[in-house]
């Protein structure tokens, strides 16, 4: 009820707002009001489409009552009752839970108001705001006079003054720059390109500034980024059953990708690229068939058809449209235009392709490769095929019954359409004719000779081809064994309208044309939204990949189809655009605003300032590296590397390897977007995981340490300026440089003391047991971790020791003078309960004495084994924390096969049990402990995790 309330207040509704309005027409009621056709298109129908649809709409309505269109007051009453639980019937909906307060409530308001029931156009193929034609307005008149710098900040301006709001001043110079340039290149500037900045003072320093940003080649990889969350981008496949699972030829749309935003590829071409490259003229240069990536690397569903082309249909209407398409799979569309006709229409569009591997290579690489590839394959053949022509001949044999018994065994190791293995075809060959064996023996020569001469690897890409076209046809919820009605390949009816033809080919390639028409009123509205958003944080359509009735309408809809319409006419520059974008004021107010403008707009729906953001995963990982001067930016484009693991890549985040089906926990914390579907945007989040990883990353580590070492200065102060200035494109305050020196000059009373002795419950060495007082003697660690044992050394026997070992089962022990340990330390205080079986297996020897050995009590158990087994049994063992227990084995009177069988286990009984097994506990040594930072190192770690470097202004 409270959510309700909240919504109704934001609504400035009042209890008399939810009446019926009073026409004096009597004969004509008075038009629902606004408000409540809020209320009920934002809280009614969504829960009616949700919940009551399935038994209550057009064929199945349950009770005679329907809930996909007008019900009278009297149903609407009763509707209320049955959600309620009230009237002595059923709750309702039957079968699930209850439906939420707020929803209870806002269904009662809704029937109070008069149970209005506004006409769906999206359903009945009216236009949503989206679908009406682009039309480029003229950027409005301002009281405010000086401010606006383009039409941008006219419409902007506009929003504001009737809000009865001002813009805040614009950012300082070092903001700006710092700003742009994580924008555009993903990367800060250099403190020389800041101050260098600031000294401009012409009339063109901020557009030159804003060029030299456009035209480095950091802005491609950059922007390739950005694309690749809306194309699900991955270099793995997911879960695929005991299929490879890589995409192995992936990196080649990641490189495409960046090639294209660096040389400001036209937009329009840019999609139509990805979706039919193939359909299209390309000559000698097949690079662009690696665009059809775009389509082809998504989930593969453990290979389910149906879902891979589903998932075709959403990456590219979500993606190019932001138009919901993929929930008209089962029904038409419930909230947007889109018949289930028009998604099946592009299902058969998608499945009239084929996925293949072309080469994309240059000619000089290309050919060399393909003539040599073909030799290979003439060869590979023949060879395949002439064994299975002689296993063919022979398993007529075996029908006969003239085959060997060892004949037969080896043909029925395999089935009849496989090849047989080396192993199995070995066995066969005395059996092939000889004139055959000859010509297998010169194939095998020939293809070891063909792999060794094989010329440079040629790059190749996941891209389609079309085949014969496919029919179109409706499957009934969804379901492909129950076919309907027939689907054409065309594109969306709500676009285009019902009387457009059947795409004569395949389609892929008229679906790319209908998505860049000029007449297309989304694909502009879509890609302007979503730059708008790359350098504002927000859209100016909050759901970016959802522009129906679902989604969020636009707050400033005058300058979306401005930005629009500008683009088009700019050719499709996104360059251009984003140039428009940085030099109008709206983008270069400061983030900061007074504490009345963010209680007014906290949201900042109405652009008053600019928004405060932190860098995402790749800013944030390629920051780090080129502060240390680690970030190698050698090369553009290349196969994906690791990121964060083990000996990690030193590029650019972007070239990172992307597991779809076991994406690091570091992705997830630093709100990557999910690979698995087309992400409109990022999740924002704010969580202790962030820090810590920070904190105690090995790369964030490495980068604090490279970083401390690279500064230099004659004293404390001169090194501290420098960081600054590397980190924050500035010098230091007073204040911020005496806290540094106090730091860095008081006595490091936080370094980190590395305990020697190891902490391990369990340990492992070699001794001696004084018999006289029952104590364990000596006790000398082995210092040896090697084939899964422990040991003196690292030969087996050691030259001077002998045989002593101990392994996860049991071990040897040396000679009398060299015992065999396994020490449990006692991390508590009680009494614990011991048990395990001494075995000695072999069948010579005088077997081995097992004693358990306490480090107070002395000998409490001894057994021996020869040839048999001792089980090892003790009650009652009581123990202080510290206190060690050696289980001891000696070889008795010679160490000859003595190899024996002892893992025990250490057991507190009682409520908390606790157990201790030394076959589940044992392992290697710990891995080393980190090497502490040093003062200087934790103090650069420190502003490596300030909000300054962190975010972007």
Sequence with gaps: ??????????????ASALLPAV??????PAPPRPEVIQLFETHVRPTFVASCLACHSKGNALGGLRFDGPVTLAQAAEIVKRVKGEGGKPRMPQGMAALAPEKIAAMEGWAKAGAPWPELKGLLGGKLWSLEPVKKPLPPVNALKVWARSGIDNFVLAKLEAAKQKPVAYADRRTLLRRASYELTGLPPSAEDVTAFIADKSPDAWPKVIDKLLASPRYGERMARFWMDIARYADTKGYVFVDDRNYYHAYTYRDWLIQAFNDDMHYDQFLRYQLAADRMELGEDRRHLSALGYLTLGRRFI?????????????????????????????????????????????????????????ISKKEIREPYEKHDKLFQVAKNEREELIRAEVRRLRETVKASTATPELKAILQGFRENEQPNDKQRGGLLPSFEATKRDRLAELD????????????????????????????????????????????????????G?????????????????????????????????????????????????????????THPELLDWLAATLVEDSWSLKKLQKKILLSATWMQSSDASEAAFVKDPENRLYGRQNRRRLELEPLRDSLLLASGALDMSKIGGKSEELWMGAYTKRRAVYGFIERQNLPAIFKTLDFATPDVSSPQRFKTIVPQQALFLMNSPLAADQARALAKGVTGKDEAQKVSALYRKLFERSPTKDELNLALSYLI????????????????WRYGWGLVDDAVGRTTAFNEFKVFADAQWRVGDKLPDPTHGWPFLSREGGHPGDPQHLVIRRWVSPLEGTVKISGTLNHPGTVGDGVRGRVVHSRSGVLGEWVAQNSKAETKLTAVEVKRGDTLDFVVDCRANENTDAFAWAPMVVFPGAKKQAWAADKDFG??????????????????????????????
């Excluded at 009820?1 to 009042?14: D, E, I, K």
């Excluded at 009373?749 to 391990?760: C, F, N, R, V």
Aim: glycine letters at 6%; proline letters at 10%.
């Design 445 to 496: 020569k020939s293809l070891v000779e063909l792999k060794k001469t094989y010329p440079p690897t040629p790059e190749f890409a996941h891209a389609m081809s079309e085949a014969a076209p496919r029919p179109g046809v409706v499957f009934k919820r969804g379901n492909p064994g129950s076919p309907g009605d027939p689907a054409p390949r065309h594109f969306l009816s709500c676009v285009v």
């Design 303 to 359: 290979n389910n058809i149906h879902d891979i082309l589903d998932d075709r249909i959403d990456v590219t209407m979500r993606g190019m449209q932001a138009m919901t398409v993929a929930c008209a799979r089962c029904h038409d569309h419930k909230f947007d235009p889109i018949p289930t006709k028009d998604y099946y229409g592009l299902y058969a569009i998608f499945a009239s392709s084929s996925e293949n591997e072309p080469i």
């Design 924 to 953: 290697g040594p710990p891995p080393a402990p980190p090497t502490p930072l040093s003062k200087w190192e934790r103090y650069a770690q420190a502003l490596l995790m300030t909000n300054e470097f962190l975010y972007v202004d």
């Design 1 to 14: 009820m409270q959510r309700l309330a909240a919504t109704l207040a934001a609504l400035g509704l009042a």
């Design 23 to 28: 026409s004096q027409d009597k004969a004509k």
């Design 498 to 554: 019902d009387t457009q033809t059947e795409f004569p080919t395949g389609g892929r390639l008229e679906l790319a044309n209908a998505i860049t028409d000029k007449n297309n009123p989304l694909t502009a509205r879509v890609i302007a939204n979503r730059i708008w958003g790359l350098h504002f944080g927000t859209g100016i359509v909050r759901t970016p990949s959802d522009f129906g009735r679902q989604g969020e309408k636009p």
């Design 746 to 761: 008081a006595p490091d009373k936080a370094a980190l003391k590395l305990e020697t002795q190891s902490s391990a419950t």
